[in-house]
């Protein structure tokens, strides 16, 4: 397996096969006298950020500070990772980890205020 | 071939028409018929045949490796350059998107008399009614039987009994007798109408959202050679009704109100209503799919959750992403900008973003790691560099011409 090409960009499913996010960022453990390791694997727009360019990592973190935001990083244990083929499934429930804030605020707020935000058609296409 | 392959293939056809037929192909096909009769018949034809392989290779890549096209573009070619054609197709499809809905309230206002700006948030509303209610299969076949009355411009098209000496030359690409910077610019927005990044982003999550396999490679290959093509001859109904009416009468479509001149000739009073059934319809199908297509490129991009079968509730950052969308685009229609203008505009846009996705697809579409056996044989790598480099080429050539042509 290569990191770079097998596992960065690759879609994520969580335990229920909830498509989570994108390996946008894989930390990589340096040790003194032995191999490096990976740590865990990041996603979310802070990552993104200082994938496109430190600066605009820096500018981001600012605006977080002034508008008095704190974000936790969504990070994955590398022992989380079950598979790695085509997707990276992890062993997490998205829905209940910390780092998928947006997503929840959106759906208890915004989304799920509206008429209707509950009907589903999973069953008839199936 | 099976019985339900066949079913699946007419549905197929259907639906693509439906996609197929927009703002943008009715529009540039009407104008170039206005100005130059049905002389630009050949650029249609030409940008059928890309648009054709283009959805194919989308449906191909869907059905073998269960990746959409943004999913393996971003994996192949990693964030920090998927970022970029990203982004130049957010902004382009929220000017298609505009567009779309100047269409449909274009023709409420031939019906009703009422600016078409008033009704930019009430066919928002009917939109996002339609995506946040409906499955993707009602989507599908709703879009799909509705457009069946486009065929009306066939009709109009064989009623005014054209030239068809003329119709047949124009399938072979001839220099401009006049006005040579208008005619490429027509050039230009006909194949940006016709080989629309939304529609291949939207087919290939549509694929996925089908459950297709590879199985489904014969359908696939059915669907986008019919549905493309019986699209493409309305396509050109359209160019040939405009040819026969407007240009005779000297009508060179500077104004959207001119329009319906083309099946009121042959038709009479029913020809308004039908022509404002066609575009309103049309529009409508192609707005819904331009809104997806948007919610679908940004959710596999970052990797959310998407689906139009799921419960809004259950994707919401997808469901966000189109709420907000079709609202910034009915904010545009709402100032009152010429759809038609807008139209052509956005059309000779999409061609100068056009290569920043045809180049990576070309290279994900000979990737082994995706499509196995299934790669792309020398007859698609063949039309793949060829749509390629004209895309380049006019990519070049469409910033002059939108100053001078446009």
Redesign the interface.
Known sequence: MELLCDV?????LDRNE?????V?GIAVEIRKGKPPRVAYLE?GTDV?AR??SPRLERWLQRWRERSGRTVVPFQVPWSKVMKVH?TVDVDIDASKHEGYH???W??EH???R?P???????E??? | MKPKDLLKITLGILTSIGGFLDVGAIATSAEAGAVFGPRLLWTLAFSTLCIIFLVEMAGRLAAVSKHTLADALRERFGFRFFVIPFACELFVDLLVLAAELGGVCLALQFVTGIAFRWWAFPVALLVWLFIWVGSFPIVERTTALLGLVTIVFIVAAVKMKPDWHAVGAGFIPSLPPKDAAHYWYLTLSIIGAVVSPYLIYFYSSGAVEDKWTKKDLAVNRGVAALGMGFGSIVAMGVMIAAATTLLPAGVALDRYEQAPLMLTASLGITGLYLFAASLGIACLGASVEVALSVAYLTAQTFGWNWGENLAPKRNARFATVYTVFILLAACITFTGIDPLKLTLFTMALTVVILPLLLLPMIVVMNDKKFLGDHRNGWISNTMGVIIVLVALILSVAAIPLQIIGG
Not at chain 1, 18 to 22: D, N, Q
């Open positions: 960065l960009d690759q879609q994520v909830r498509k989570t996010g994108k946008d996603m993104l994938r496109l085509l947006v997503e929840r959106l759906a915004v989304i799920g509206i209707g935000a509950e009907i589903s058609h999973e008839e296409s199936s």
